[in-house]
């Protein structure tokens, strides 16, 4: 059974598409986030969302928009894409509070031409 | 703001002894975790030291904790081709509510 498990695992798409990835967890966590892995294999929070509510929010183009239907989901939703915005993006989920142990997904690999 | 160094590469032998370094900035942290990415592959939790312990050993990996100094260092012992990945050290930002990575540090094992 996959603990966090993200769709599609790559994603190639044009300059100016809007595309969504999917993030879902089975480890009844409260917390999912929303990394970002650019080509140097730097890893960046983009968004926290504990419990369905937005906690973290960090200085993300409004292009991106996460979307959490309930707390084993979350998804990215990207409008206009553009060609910096190819990275690896990579879910996870944790149980919140002062331990912040985070549960990876296998990441989607996405590409703007 | 929260910031945690370590150095890109790291080049060792099958069979010796690896040791990677990593500092942080926010003492406050309760945590302080490593993560090994394999190419292609998500991150996977290794380990974790609690910030009040000096020393963490698990199987090959020993984890030192020098708060004074925020200081956090991995050893793997007996280094294995199979241990060739990126190895991310990671704070918790100060309210707690997300990882602060560092740049990774990519090992390479040589047979």
Redesign the interface.
């Known amino acids: 059974d996959t603990a966090?498990s993200q769709t599609p695992k790559y994603l190639v798409t044009q300059m100016g598409n809007d595309k969504s990835i999917k993030c879902e967890q089975n480890l009844g966590h409260d917390?999912m986030?929303w990394y970002k892995q650019d080509s140097?294999?730097?890893?960046?929070?983009m968004f926290?969302y504990?419990n369905k509510e937005l906690?973290?929010n960090e200085t993300v183009p409004n292009r991106f928009s996460p979307k959490s239907p309930d707390k084993a989901h979350l998804n990215l939703h990207i409008n206009s894409l553009e060609l910096g915005d190819s990275a690896v993006y990579?879910c996870?989920s944790s149980r919140?509070?002062?331990?912040?142990?985070?549960?990876?997904?296998?990441?989607t690999r996405l590409t703007v031409v | 703001g929260e910031d945690v160094e370590q150095s890109l590469f790291l080049s060792v032998r099958e069979g010796d002894s690896s040791v990677i370094n990593c500092t942080y900035t926010d003492s406050s942290s309760t945590y302080l975790y490593w993560y090994k990415q394999e190419p292609g592959a998500g991150l996977q939790l290794l380990t974790y030291i609690f910030s009040n312990m000096d020393m963490k050993q698990d199987q090959r990996l020993t984890v030192l904790l020098n708060k004074k100094d925020k200081h956090l260092s991995l050893r793997i012992a007996d280094t294995q081709t199979g241990d060739s990945a990126i190895y991310f050290c990671a704070e918790s930002n100060q309210a707690g509510t997300a990882l602060i990575f560092g740049k990774g540090t990519t090992l390479s094992v040589s047979s």
């Open positions: 966090v917390t986030y140097k294999k730097f890893l960046k929070i926290s504990n906690i973290i990579f996870a919140g509070g002062s331990t912040t142990e985070a549960f990876f997904g296998q990441g």
